[in-house]
């Protein structure tokens, strides 16, 4: 016992000193002297369908192949795997994951309550864009990987006259039963806010046009689900439009369901996913999982992962996927920003359980 | 029993000596003037485990009197009742809430429906043969586990399902299946069969053929032998029965979840929402706690009608 | 002597409950063997490619090693303590019977969600969730009243005349609880030991609460993955568990007889 926790003092010193260079994504071989013990696996919560796909592609398989440590992921819902792992760092108990794939919303609750590492010594952040850092927080208890847009992706077969130029045409009668959104209405709160006559600045204060135009959606008995179901949907040919974000329209466009997806006029909301660690896993183990966020923000680790996801990326020089280059889910340019709604991480964090709950409500009429 | 071990010139044979060992034991750490509590005794252990659960109310309990501080996401450190003023003014709640008694309602009726005659069948038919299929029919499923069961329902209901197909065979459009009231409560019936049918073809065993027999020779056609007669005799398992069947929908999880959509929550499912997607741990305390009430408050008074017979666990009393 | 009419809509009735009962379960192992790449059914050729796929899949794999030692522990915590508190409601005299079983049955009367959350946080301030253990005493608890009813059903129906005979003929307490209570009531410890281990390898929703990606067991981890794309691996391994049933559903019927379940107590 006594050794081993000398030996891991020896490791610490030793990154201590030489942190720069060990984290600077050198091949593992060459660092062998100074490595801390690596774990038989680590595992990286995920969101299941395409995303895991693509992580694994894009990240997980090229850390196994360049560290030996295999990668376990852990499809539990984001939502449900934060109490867990709240519970656990709590409790003092080593955590169930060793690296949240999370919302920044949600993320930036677990950093305020103070369960995040800090990743602010991560080499590969140096090369990152102004979207990695979280907005309102000390340093990076999380690093944000891409942007997103929740945009509105439906059947061409069902819009015969051309694509829908307002989310008000979602209602429709010939959509009842036919549109999904997802299970807490996340992404569709803003636009719904704008469709239902109100303003984006009264967010949050009053959302009661937001309200109205979900119980008017309400009317046309939407499915609700989370973000592999919409693949599924569109695929068994469930729904003809939802609101969710590209990739899972991408997902079921790739494998040959007829599919497109635009931003209708009242806007789509943008946001960012990010990846986080939390506290109390074993030195070693921190260690490892820090590499891999370090592998998930170099540039071909962000260029194979995006491109599965078709997903705008972090570090600069990205080549957009096929036929991704201008589209409305990939923005890139300020112009291409125009017709996204952007709400600030304080104004989400402190409201969005709330939005959830009310949109829940309505629905579960 | 005494113990003279002339182990020099004979050496008992090994099993006597552990007996005798153990006997031994049992006569130190619990000698037989003790035996009027040894009842107590051997019950001990399952009350302890049965006690874990105890255990957890309590700790419901206290959850469900802390708030969540959106500040910290921590629970607030002061006692309030203020969860089970949110739960009681909120509209949803009761609409889940009278969702699941309605799901639990049509449920009952519709297992005890289709479990009255299986079991009778099977309780009646004269092959052994058949009986042996019918049970093995029942058994498959219970076995199965409620996960893959609903799995399997959500590929035969699918708009591209099999029964899609066959429709589709008479010219019928695909038709949504899933995902709505309907389909929650076809898969609770389809989850609670087996158990409904396991508790009432006891009851039926126990009726006698012969008043059967001597009801119709009186002239009383099937249906009325049926309801004058069996029924009323079969009372307490249909009782029981439906108390099991009754509980288990009001509070289940999986089927909610997997076939409902999103739209059509239990209680269960908003219990859990509250816990692992809201992070509203005080909330969702509050919930259980009053589930678990509901819960009790039905058998006990299904109990304090029909007698506390109907999940008798002690055998011949 | 059951009339025409009664026949035939009775035996339509069980008709219509085997096919609910039974379709479901068909199709998935149908659809287990389809030579696809999505759920089809009738299945897309025949191949037993994706029964080599979860052979492969070392989660699955790890998540089925789980659920068999969840399903061991439950095994072994509650075949002693139910099997002795079977006989104690039945053998011994007990001041407050009736409480006693209500209290007893409180794994059932408590509805699974509340003693999922319950346990998850008496176990979470005892420092023990995120074991595998737990788990398993976790499902000995919910399902306890199972062995305590079957032994007790099979002990009420043993005369106890048999205990004392081997008592004057000088079996010790011990003897005597071996050699002739324990034969006594052994088809209720098997029928409950079997109902706890094909219910701890089928338990869901207790199982959800208290694990995580490092203890998962299989219906979870099939939860898990339902949640994604739906592909035929999930099939193969539900599948998996049909054979398993079956086992047990054989082995019940060799070891005791399936018709014990319609005996009137």
């Not at chain 1, 919303?105 to 979207?131: C, H, I, P, W």
């Not at chain 2, 889940?96 to 309602?105: D, T």
């Not at chain 3, 209290?103 to 595998?132: A, D, E, H, K, Q």
Request: with cysteine; hydrophobic share 50%.
């Amino acid at each position: 016992m006594t050794s081993k926790l000398t030996r891991r003092g020896v490791l610490r010193a030793g990154m201590a000193t030489s942190g720069a260079a060990l984290l600077s994504g050198l091949p593992a071989t060459r660092l062998l002297a100074q490595e801390p013990e690596k774990p038989t696996e680590i595992i990286v919560r995920a969101w299941g369908g395409e995303w895991v796909e693509a992580l694994k592609k894009g990240v997980s398989d090229p850390f196994t192949e360049m560290t030996g440590i295999a990668v376990r992921h852990d499809l539990t819902e984001d939502n449900e795997i934060q109490p867990k792992v709240w519970a656990a760092v709590a409790q003092g108990r080593v955590p169930p994951i060793h690296i949240n794939w999370d919302t920044t919303t949600n993320a930036t609750k677990s950093a305020l309550r103070g369960v995040t590492e800090d990743l602010s010594d991560l080499s590969n952040l140096a090369n990152t864009t102004e979207l990695a850092k979280p907005v309102g927080l000390d340093g990076y208890p999380l690093v944000n990987t891409y942007g997103y847009v929740y945009v509105l992706a439906y059947r061409p077969d069902a819009f015969p006259d051309g694509p829908p130029n307002s989310w008000k045409d979602l209602l429709d009668p010939k959509f009842k039963g036919r549109i999904a959104l997802y299970n807490d209405g996340i992404g569709f709160h803003f636009p719904a806010q704008v469709a239902g006559g109100g303003s984006l600045d009264d967010i949050p204060e009053n959302m009661d046009a937001c309200w109205d135009f979900v119980r008017q959606i309400k009317e046309q008995n939407p499915l609700l689900g989370e973000d592999p179901d919409f693949t599924t949907w569109f695929q068994n040919g469930e729904i003809d439009a939802a609101c969710t974000i590209s990739t899972n329209a991408l997902g079921a466009k790739r494998n040959g369901v007829d599919l497109a997806w635009t931003v209708p006029e009242e806007g789509c909301k943008f946001d960012t996913d990010c990846l986080w660690i939390p506290k109390n896993l074993p030195e070693n183990e921190l260690y490892w999982a820090k590499q891999y966020i370090n592998l998930a923000l170099t540039q071909e680790g962000q260029q194979v992962w995006l491109d599965g996801l078709g997903l705008p990326g972090v570090v600069p020089g990205l080549t957009p996927p096929e036929g991704l280059a201008g589209d409305p889910s990939y923005p890139t340019e300020p112009e291409d920003f125009e017709r996204l709604i952007r709400i600030s991480s304080a104004v989400q964090v402190q409201n969005e359980s709330d939005w959830f709950a009310k949109f829940k409500e309505i629905m579960q009429g | 029993m005494s113990q003279e071990n002339d182990t020099k010139t004979f050496r008992y044979p090994l099993r006597w000596r552990i007996m005798d060992a153990l006997e031994a034991a049992l006569d130190v750490l619990w000698p037989r003037r003790l035996s009027p509590y040894s009842g107590w005794a051997l019950i001990m252990p399952a009350l302890l485990l049965v006690g874990i659960l105890v255990l957890g109310l309590f700790q419901i309990a206290e959850s469900s009197l802390h708030v969540l501080d959106r500040s910290t996401f921590m629970p607030a450190e002061e006692y309030t009742l203020a969860n089970y003023e949110m739960v009681a003014d909120s509209a949803t709640y009761w609409r889940v809430l009278w969702r699941s008694l309605l799901g639990a309602g049509l449920t009952v009726f519709f297992t005890l429906l289709l479990a009255l005659p299986y079991s009778y069948i099977m309780v009646r038919t004269p092959s052994a043969a058949v009986r042996k299929a019918l049970l093995v029919a029942l058994f498959l499923p219970f076995f199965i586990g409620q996960v893959v069961r609903a799995y399997g329902i959500l590929i035969v209901l699918g708009t591209s399902g099999a029964v899609n197909d066959v429709l589709g065979l008479f010219g019928v459009e695909p038709v949504r299946l899933l995902f709505n009231f309907p389909a929650v409560v076809f898969g609770l019936v389809q989850y609670m069969l087996p158990f409904a049918v396991l508790m009432l073809a006891p009851a039926l065993t126990a009726i006698p053929r012969e008043t059967e027999t001597a009801a119709s020779s009186l002239g009383a056609n099937w249906v009325r032998t049926f309801w004058h007669v069996v029924i009323p005799m079969a009372k307490p398992g249909l009782v029981g029965a439906g108390l099991v069947v009754g509980t288990l929908s009001l509070t289940d999880f999986a089927m909610p979840a997997m076939l409902g959509g999103g739209s059509q929550d239990f209680i269960a499912n908003a219990i859990y929402d509250q816990f692992f997607r809201t992070a509203d741990q005080g909330l969702g305390a509050a919930l259980a706690l009053l589930l678990v009430a509901l819960g009790s408050i039905l058998v006990g008074i299904v109990i304090a009608v029909f007698g506390a017979g109907t999940l008798g666990m002690g055998g011949k009393k | 002597m059951i009339s025409p009419t009664q026949r035939i809509l009775f035996w339509s009735i069980v008709w219509f409950c085997i096919v609910i009962l039974s379709v479901p379960t068909l199709i998935v192992v149908g659809a287990s063997v389809t030579a696809g790449n999505i759920i089809s059914f009738p299945p897309d050729g025949f191949s037993l490619k994706w029964y080599g796929e979860i052979a492969l899949a070392r989660d699955l794999r790890q998540a089925f090693g789980r659920s068999i030692i969840v399903s061991l522990i439950c095994l072994a915590v509650s075949v002693p303590v139910g099997t002795l508190a079977g006989l104690a409601l039945t053998r011994y005299r007990l001041r407050f019977a009736n409480a006693l079983q209500v209290y007893l049955l409180l794994p059932f009367t408590i509805p699974l969600i509340g003693s999922g959350i319950g346990m998850m946080l008496v176990f979470g301030s005892w420092r023990i969730l995120g074991s595998v253990w737990p788990v398993g005493v976790a499902l000995a608890v919910i399902n306890i009243p199972f062995i305590i009813w079957s032994v007790s059903s099979s002990a009420a129906s043993l005369d106890g005349d048999l205990e004392l005979a081997a008592a004057n003929c000088g079996a010790g307490r011990v003897e005597t609880f071996f050699h002739v209570t324990l034969p006594g009531v052994m088809p209720g410890v098997i029928t409950g030991g079997l109902l706890m281990f094909v219910l701890a390898m089928t338990e869901f929703l207790v199982s959800l609460l208290l694990t995580d990606a490092r203890t998962v067991t299989l219906p979870v981890q099939i939860y898990n993955n339902i949640r994604s794309i739906i592909t035929p691996d999930l099939a193969a391994v539900s599948s998996v568990f049909v054979v398993i049933a079956l086992l047990a559903v054989w082995l019940l019927d060799r070891l005791v007889g399936l018709e014990i379940f319609l005996k009137s107590k």
